[in-house]
Nanobody, 128 residues
């Protein structure tokens, strides 16, 4: 039994901040790379950020680089996405996902096809 549960979404004004959490059960996250993705209604899912199993390597989409920070606390079986300087274009449902492959396969391009297990998402709305 595997579950990934995202939390921390909500309504925030442009320029504001949110921290998303992804808590896993049914597996130990220490062994896996984790990605964050987002999707607006009717639009394709896009990669946001990705982190290696140890947290030593990270990757970000150009659109969020310098504003978002991915981190993990393996002792808590949780991955975080700190989002600062939020823009309306950041609006969407944010998903975390586990990739069973290598960091390079899973995270180099942060593609949905590289992920194997997904949470149900948490909605982030950036609007004034």
């Amino acid at each position: 039994q595997l579950q990934l549960v995202e939390s921390g979404g909500g309504l925030v004004q442009p320029g504001g901040s949110l921290r998303l959490s992804c808590e896993a059960s049914g597996l130990t996250l220490d062994y896996y790379a984790i990605g964050w993705f987002r999707q607006a209604p009717g639009k394709e899912r896009e990669g946001v950020s990705c982190i290696s199993s140890s947290g030593g390597r990270t990757n970000y989409a150009d659109s969020v680089k310098g504003r978002f920070t991915i981190s993990r606390d393996n002792a808590k079986n949780t991955v975080y996405l700190q989002m600062n300087s939020l823009k309306p274009d950041d609006t969407g449902v944010y998903y975390c996902a586990v990739g069973l492959g290598s960091y390079y396969y899973v995270c180099s391009n942060i593609r949905p096809q590289g992920m194997d297990h997904w949470g149900k998402g948490t909605l982030v709305t950036v609007s004034s």
